[in-house]
């Protein structure tokens, strides 16, 4: 009797080695493919890391002061010219600027830019403007002017005056004014530490440092 091939034991044998020699070399050539390819992929990333970054060009640094200079003319006893930096503050109705306290003997005067956002009148009634000394004293502000050349008025707490002591300057957006303090005596106890300035009618103003400094030369 005949056996197939197929069903010989030896031969089984034979071809099932032969069958799992292969896999095993398959499952050899997988596994090194693998790492090969880990081992190409860390090498690209390590290139990667190691490359330097781009150089972004930078915009050059541009100094900019945080309060332009501009200049102003200070009509007080003639013309005189002076230079500062300062920002319009907010007081309510109006912008403010402080422009300077200038001292000139024992006397000094302070000059500030109102800016309206609204129709305002800037009055000496009921007007809280005034200075105050380091130890918080208040100091006597005598005076409001328009910075016209022409005269000042008396600062009143009251709304009661005769009217030839009341000053009204009524103005509208765009339009913006320059008013004067005067601060007679100044130098009569401690330094002064700051102004306030109000447009009057009971507003209750906006506070500067004072930066006192020699009132210039008359230009006229």
């Not at 005034?130 to 707490?157: F, K, Q, S």
């Amino acid at each position: 009797m005949k056996v197939h091939w197929l069903k010989h034991p030896l031969l089984l044998a034979i071809l099932g080695g032969i069958v799992a020699g292969v896999f095993i070399l398959l499952a050899a050539e997988l596994q090194a493919q693998a790492t090969r390819d880990a081992a190409v992929l860390a090498a690209k990333q390590q290139a990667q890391l190691s490359r330097p970054a781009p150089q972004v060009p930078s915009a050059p640094i541009v100094a900019r002061p945080e309060n332009p200079t501009h200049k102003l003319t200070i009509k007080y006893e003639g013309s005189h010219a002076v230079e500062i930096a300062s920002a319009f503050q907010d007081g309510g109705d109006y912008d403010v600027r402080y422009e300077g306290c200038y001292s000139q003997a024992d006397w000094a005067i302070c000059a500030f830019t109102v800016r309206p956002k609204r129709t305002i009148t800037v009055t000496n009634l009921e007007n809280r403007s005034h200075a105050t000394r380091v130890d918080g004293t208040a100091v006597t502000t005598c005076c409001m002017y328009a910075n016209d050349g022409g005269e000042g008025n008396p600062i009143l707490t009251s709304r009661d005056a005769d009217d030839n002591d009341v000053m009204r300057h009524t103005f509208s957006p765009p339009d913006s004014q320059t008013f004067l303090l005067y601060i007679p005596d100044y130098k009569k106890g401690k330094p002064l530490d700051s102004v306030l300035f109000s447009r009057g009618q009971g507003d209750v103003g906006v506070e500067f440092p004072v930066m006192l400094k020699p009132l210039p030369e008359s230009v006229r």
